[in-house]
């Protein structure tokens, strides 16, 4: 690029310090009022950017790569999943794709925890029912959950977060187990008390809690399928702080209704920010709006990390968080 400022256009609302260091380092073009946007305006952005700084709610499928100008050279995504970027026809078209995969680390492990708390000792519905004026106070028998200590935990995609959220369970007493596309060194092994499953399926019939902490792509889009969800006990319990493409929701649902399941914290959903009727009907389940890296200092980080990759692109150099292939 020459020595004029980068174009960069920000599809979304970003924190104020971001903003302002844009406005300092780029010609920046940002999203005042935080409106998603539409399909035009996508198009009109890779038109006349170097730069696109996208999100989540954005779908830069095919169709919007097509109408790229020449001049795009550089998305660097706001967030860890690119599920939402066509990569193939991204690098197809000589561009180049960066993330943040280390700024939310400890913030959505901290979600994945807090839903593993707070499905098996019930707190949502003992809040609901402390709110309601219907408490009569303690008894032996009332709201009664389950323990963390001594159950075992499938992670799936034992990643960045995978093993943050490894690391709070073992502190809770949890047994470690794992499914990965790689087995992880005997030395984190050892580190984390987990033990490698290569078959998903086996891990599945054994545990008392899944998380799951894999990127979507094609390879993992129904990854618990009806079948596979069909595999957990009927005392287990799921948890999903990553896509939720990557589960069956509608089988899903249907299980836990039937109490095929015994109950699930779902921070991600199939078609948000729709949700599920029958899934909000369900008492067996604690649902959050996508709140795992929802932290001031997480947004931040992600933010800089986004500046260091335009930064250090527009200089000539390769960007530190480029996206090579997404991995389970």
Not at 16 to 26: A, D, G
Not at 27 to 45: G, K, M, Q, T, Y
Not at 236 to 262: F, K, Q, S
Not at 269 to 297: G, M
Request: hydrophobic residues 45%; aromatic residues 4%.
């Amino acid at each position: 690029m020459s020595n004029r400022k980068p174009v960069v256009v920000v599809t979304r609302k970003l924190p104020e310090p971001i903003e302002t260091r844009m406005r300092e380092l780029f010609d920046v073009h940002l999203n005042a009022d935080d409106h998603p946007f539409d399909r035009s305006e996508l198009i009109e952005a890779v038109r006349t950017a170097d730069v696109l700084v996208p999100t989540v709610t954005d779908r830069i499928d095919a169709g919007v790569l097509s109408q790229s100008g020449p001049a795009l050279r550089l998305i660097a995504n706001f967030g860890v999943g690119v599920d939402h970027i066509d990569l193939a026809s991204a690098r197809m078209r000589g561009i180049t794709v960066t993330n943040t995969p280390d700024a939310l680390t400890e913030d959505t492990a901290d979600i994945a925890i807090a839903l593993i708390l707070a499905v098996p000792r019930r707190l949502q519905a003992g809040a609901k029912l402390l709110r309601s004026g219907e408490w009569s106070g303690w008894s032996p028998t009332g709201m009664l959950g389950h323990r963390l200590s001594g159950k075992r935990l499938g992670v799936i995609g034992m990643g960045r977060i995978g093993q943050a959220v490894a690391r709070r369970a073992k502190a809770f007493g949890m047994v470690i187990h794992y499914h990965n596309r790689r087995r992880l060194s005997p030395e984190v092994e050892a580190d984390l008390g987990a033990t490698y499953w290569e078959s998903l399926d086996q891990m599945l019939a054994r545990m008392d809690v899944v998380t799951l902490h894999c990127p979507h792509t094609p390879a993992t889009f129904h990854l618990l399928s009806a079948r596979r969800l069909a595999l957990l006990p009927r005392h287990a319990y799921l948890v999903n702080c990553a896509r939720g493409e990557i589960v069956d929701e509608a089988a899903l649902t249907r299980m836990l209704a039937r109490g095929d399941l015994a109950g699930a914290g779902l921070d991600v959903f199939t078609r948000e920010p729709e949700i599920n009727p029958a899934l909000l009907a369900l008492e067996n389940v604690v649902l959050l709006p996508h709140l795992a890296s929802a932290t001031h200092e997480g947004r931040i980080d992600m933010g800089e990390a986004v500046l260091v990759n335009i930064k250090i692109f527009t200089a000539g150099h390769p960007p530190p968080d480029r996206v090579v292939a997404a991995m389970l």
